[in-house]
T-cell receptor, first 117, second 109 residues
Framework: GAVVSQHPSWVICKSGTSVKIECRSLDFQATTMFWYRQFPKQSLMLMATSNEGSKATYEQGVEKDKFLINHASLTLSTLTVTSAHPEDSSFYIC?????????????FGPGTRLTVL | DAKTTQPTSMDCAEGRAANLPCNHSTISGNEYVYWYRQIHSQGPQYIIHGLKNNETNEMASLIITEDRKSSTLILPHATLRDTAVYYCIVRVINNDMRFGAGTRLTVKP
């Protein structure tokens, strides 16, 4: 099946710094990518949807100035957590939609665990 | 997209079939039923999906009732590695994937 990678797989940073997470579709083109956040013992929550070459659409309650999303190519989307604080510590998961299939399948990356000290 | 209801948790003996139910009584005609699972600290893994016919692949079988108001995911011979949270999601093809609480399946030796 299609592969989505994320980098880094985990990151620890100090409060107030910014962290960038990359999401790549390795063997397909993805015009649409999604970013999710998952707190311990909770389900995945959709943060935003990004379409290649246009601005991301954020879910209600997600600060667009704090979580910067760039989808500059058909295989790469980045999420930058700006001025991170301990409450931003979470498991961030990206997903990419394979627009080349009849069902527009959505594939998920392995996740990035962010810990803000 | 229609809402789904799943049991919070289930146990299954290793080697036996695991049957995971999902209720989606408000499903509409153009909504598909998808199943994903998430093993601890990993991203969700696609299992199977269907519209109205039963489906089978190398991982599992999906049984959808005739009225499409419920479905069952069947893992025919559960192994310890099948321990995970299983998510049943109903969506129209081009809509984004939104997750409920899922069912925590524990396969026991």
């Amino acid at each position: 099946g299609a592969v989505v990678s994320q980098h880094p797989s985990w990151v620890i940073c100090k409060s107030g710094t910014s962290v960038k997470i990359e999401c790549r579709s390795l063997d397909f083109q993805a015009t649409t990518m999604f970013w999710y956040r998952q707190f311990p013992k909770q389900s995945l929550m959709l943060m935003a949807t990004s379409n290649e070459g246009s601005k991301a659409t954020y879910e209600q309650g997600v600060e667009k100035d704090k979580f910067l999303i760039n989808h500059a190519s058909l295989t790469l989307s980045t999420l930058t957590v700006t001025s991170a604080h301990p409450e931003d510590s979470s498991f961030y998961i990206c997903s990419a939609r394979d627009s080349g299939t009849s069902y527009n399948e959505q594939f998920f990356g392995p996740g990035t665990r962010l810990t803000v000290l | 997209d229609a809402k789904t209801t799943q049991p919070t948790s289930m146990d299954c003996a290793e080697g036996r079939a695991a049957n995971l139910p999902c209720n989606h009584s408000t499903i509409s005609g153009n909504e598909y039923v998808y199943w994903y699972r998430q093993i601890h600290s990993q991203g969700p893994q696609y299992i199977i999906h269907g519209l109205k016919n039963n489906e089978t692949n190398e991982m599992a079988s999906l049984i959808i009732t005739e009225d499409r108001k419920s479905s069952t995911l069947i893992l025919p011979h559960a192994t310890l590695r099948d321990t995970a949270v299983y998510y049943c999601i109903v969506r129209v093809i081009n809509n984004d994937m939104r997750f409920g609480a899922g069912t925590r399946l524990t396969v026991k030796p």
